[in-house]
């Protein structure tokens, strides 16, 4: 009976914790195309090693970028692992430089070995994040005595809250599978206006509610080389399919002498998409001191279409676009390293972790490619000692990461990535009590 309570509480407590994810984590420009700007689908021991994780088969630690990985979690105990970050963004263009900050919470996500050779987990994350606010003004057609001014304002994102198993089919070889459901809402606008009161202000106002549902097929294969050294190798497989939502446009054109305004709305049916993935990655483990990977992901966002409004041959359209995105590929490589796990010395058990990434652009802006994004990491998984518990990690990490295109803003951002994995020994038999 204990033990249902304690999970009903983790469950309650992660539900909870839902609300805070309406916040968005991002003050990019980028995110105002597609999605929104992508989120990490990572937890705190996984960025330190800038999001590696395929081929990672962790007893203490929930890494949900596998679903096969949770055949290995611990018998003994149960994980609940949350995450918050801070981070520093720099703009540049063209000379001119603004800096921003942002906070949020990160993720909550619990794993635990529900029967032998079968563990699960369950958790919220986010899918992708909206936010950014700024304004362009101009002189109108050359005329120097008149200005208009475009502001773009945008909010809310894509999060999803998931259940998961993995299960250890035989000796070495785990499948496994995570379901989750994706919610939340996306608003975005572009109002014109000018400095001469002969002209009509001109708005446009975005906005999609998704609920919708999300696919992860994971496999994991452990090959032995000797006594000391272990090679395993992991997939994934993300179905990509239509989110059911049916996103809005209205368009408002206000007579700046008369205060009247004439709307007129758009709609496309499903007309957001997610994309298929896939993603192979391998890991190389020296008797649990050494850990070194690679990963590879390929998302297929060529085939996804995206609503746009434009106006072809003097007729305003809002209708569904497949020149918007392009295939999307990412590589990643990292490791760990830790002097001896089982030492009773302090520094012996810190983990120390690096990791880089390079992600080619999915987005097309304007007909040419959008941005590139190139990562490194670097971070400490920190022991938790005391005389109630010697199995919890404190996950610290710094991240640097580059948004650029040809021509386009520069985005340098600092990122700080903290995460605390409580590993508590729930189904430990006790003999006093």
Known sequence: MRFYKKAFSVALASVCMAPVFA?????????QY???????????????????????????????????????????????????????TNFNENGKKVNANNADFEYAVAGFRAFKHLGVSFGILPYSNVGYNYAIADYLNGDRTSTYTNTYNGSGGIHQAYFGAGWEMFKGFSVGANIAYLWGEINRSVVNSYSNSNVNTLSKYYSATVNSYKLDFGVQYELPLNKKNTLTLGATYSLGHELSCTPTCEVISTNSTTGVADTTSYSVKNGFEIPMQLAAGMMWNHNEKLKLGADFQYQKWGDCQFPV?????????????????????????????????????????????????????????????????????AGFGIPIMNNYNNRSILNISGQWVQTSGKGMLKENTFRINIGMTFNERWFMKWKVD
Request: charged content about 15%.
């Open 23 to 31: 916040q968005s984590g991002t003050n990019s420009p980028y995110s």
């Open 34 to 88: 597609g999605l929104g700007q992508m989120a990490e689908q990572s937890s705190g021991f996984n960025r330190g090693m800038n999001g590696l994780g395929l081929g990672f088969r962790e007893h203490n630690q929930v890494n949900y970028l596998n679903p096969a990985s949770y055949s290995s979690m611990d018998s003994l105990t149960f994980i609940f692992d949350a995450g918050l970050s801070g981070q520093v």
């Open 309 to 377: 409004y434009q106006v072809l041959n003097d007729k305003p359209q809002y209708s569904l676009s497949n020149n918007y995105y392009s295939d999307r590929y990412k590589v990643t490589f990292g490791g760990e390293f830790c002097s001896n796990p089982t030492s009773r010395r302090f520094i012996d058990r810190v983990r120390f972790r690096a990791g880089a990434s390079y992600a080619s652009p999915y987005l097309n802006i304007n007909g040419q490619d959008g941005p590139k994004e190139i990562s490194v990491s």
